[in-house]
């Protein structure tokens, strides 16, 4: 799978310290270890957003088209 990130995001991720976090995730998606960053599709299903954990206080939010996943949000989950 392919994970590819808005500018935005990168920003985000920058002011907060995360990147290396973010990283070790993204290629946790791009081998297929899912279970290590826990994705998994956001209700309602037919929108086709996906989340996984960076951390235990961050999460992405990505839209799945075909085999890429494009993230557009960083959210604070606590």
Request: aromatic share 12%; no cysteine.
């Amino acid at each position: 799978m392919i994970v590819l990130e808005k500018p935005i995001v990168i920003t985000y991720l920058k002011k907060r310290g995360l990147i290396a976090k973010y990283l070790k995730a993204k290629n946790n998606i791009i081998g297929d270890d899912f279970r290590a960053v826990d994705l998994k599709k956001r209700q309602p299903y037919s929108d086709n957003i996906w989340y996984f954990r960076i951390d235990k206080k961050y999460r992405a939010l990505a839209e799945k088209v075909d085999d890429t996943l494009y993230v557009f949000h960083i959210s604070d989950h606590q």
